[in-house]
């Protein structure tokens, strides 16, 4: 009778965490960092979500941010900020469980701060030398994509073609012969 007792108390203390984290906490979303510069990757938290899976929608997203998780511990995804967005509140709408506009909140753009960082483009605006086994020193040179190849290789490649047709010839030749034996 003890060992069933403790046993269901076992259970129910081990249970009752996750039930009670389940429904605890106020709906909403959080943000990190709390006040994204436009062009910025972000995390999104959605308290209130019961199931596994959500989308977070904003006017300051380039795309919805796909939510998962445990329920327990809301929904979690990623997204970027437009880098082209005026500063002020964009409102978040959080789907989920079947329903539209489950989860709501704010994220809040800032004014940019006129420094050398802002003004530092986000992606590479000329070939990167790195990988490729240094073609991008020919990315970089204009007349290399119109010249093409010179005479040289043209009848190097000519040649190592008439080569392989001759050897292919070959070979085939003296596979009929022996089969015919």
Same mark, same amino acid.
């Given at each position: 009778?003890?060992?069933?007792?403790? !046993?269901?108390? +076992?259970?129910?203390?081990?249970? #009752?965490?996750?039930?009670?984290?389940?429904?605890t906490?106020?709906?909403?979303?959080s943000?990190?960092?709390? $006040?994204?510069?436009?062009?910025s990757?972000?995390?999104?938290?959605?308290?209130?979500?019961?199931? /596994?899976?959500?989308?977070?929608? $904003? =006017?300051?997203?380039? $795309?919805?941010?796909?939510?998962t998780?445990?329920?327990?511990?809301?929904?979690?995804?990623? #997204?970027?900020? /437009?880098? !082209?967005?005026?500063?002020?509140?964009?409102?978040?709408?959080?789907d989920? =469980?079947?329903? /539209?506009?489950?989860?709501?909140?704010t994220? #809040?753009?800032?004014v940019?701060?006129?420094?050398?960082? *802002?003004?530092?483009?986000?992606?590479?605006?000329?070939p990167?030398?790195?990988?490729?086994?240094?073609?991008?020193?020919? *990315?970089? +040179?204009?007349?290399?994509?119109? !010249?093409?190849?010179?005479?040289?290789?043209?009848?190097?490649?000519?040649?190592?073609?008439?080569?392989?047709?001759v050897?292919? *010839?070959?070979? $085939?030749?003296?596979?009929?012969?022996?089969?015919?034996?």
């Amino acid at each position: 009778m003890r060992l069933t007792l403790c !046993a269901g108390a +076992v259970v129910a203390a081990a249970f #009752t965490p996750t039930a009670y984290a389940a429904g605890t906490g106020p709906a909403g979303v959080s943000v990190t960092p709390g $006040s994204p510069a436009a062009g910025s990757d972000i995390q999104l938290r959605a308290m209130g979500c019961a199931g /596994r899976t959500g989308a977070a929608a $904003s =006017d300051a997203f380039v $795309s919805d941010a796909w939510l998962t998780g445990g329920g327990g511990g809301g929904l979690v995804g990623e #997204t970027r900020v /437009r880098t !082209a967005l005026r500063p002020g509140s964009y409102d978040i709408r959080v789907d989920c =469980d079947g329903h /539209r506009d489950r989860v709501k909140g704010t994220v #809040t753009v800032p004014v940019r701060e006129s420094s050398p960082r *802002a003004s530092v483009p986000a992606s590479p605006v000329a070939p990167v030398h790195a990988g490729g086994g240094g073609t991008a020193r020919l *990315a970089t +040179v204009g007349d290399a994509r119109v !010249a093409g190849p010179g005479t040289r290789q043209t009848v190097v490649g000519l040649v190592l073609a008439s080569v392989a047709a001759v050897a292919v *010839a070959v070979r $085939s030749a003296r596979r009929g012969h022996d089969g015919r034996d």
